[in-house]
């Protein structure tokens, strides 16, 4: 194996530890919310959201959407929302939100919940 490869291997192998000692709720502080379970199974396709990232509220101004496709703003930086990020259930939360997560510096996003209607 060459030395590049041991290397992105390595990196990669340091990224995902450091995604997963991100956990939700470290302190405690969202235990009795009446909505903890809910998001504690909140899942797209590419997983379950809560395990590797924190969920943001959007604003209004933050997120768009055009033929059933969005793009969110995360610290300044337009991402386009892969299909498998959708929540597809009801938002029981209210507010647009988002949960990402970093690539090279860059925002990605894991889960995308939509804002409840009504």
Not at 54 to 64: F, Q, Y
Request: a negative charge; aromatic letters at 8%.
């Amino acid at each position: 194996m060459s030395a590049l490869i041991r290397l992105s291997v390595g990196f990669a192998i340091l990224v995902v530890a450091a995604q997963h000692a991100h956990a939700r709720d470290p302190d405690g502080r969202y235990a009795n919310s009446p909505l903890h379970a809910w998001f504690e199974q909140l899942a797209s396709k590419k997983g379950r959201c809560c395990s590797d990232a924190d969920g943001r509220a959007l604003s209004d101004v933050d997120w768009t959407s055009h033929d059933g496709h969005y793009r969110v703003q995360i610290d300044g930086e337009w991402v386009d929302v892969p299909d498998e990020a959708l929540i597809t259930e009801p938002n029981r939360a209210g507010p647009t939100m988002v949960w990402p997560t970093w690539l090279d510096g860059h925002p990605q996003v894991r889960c995308f919940l939509p804002g409840g209607m009504g």
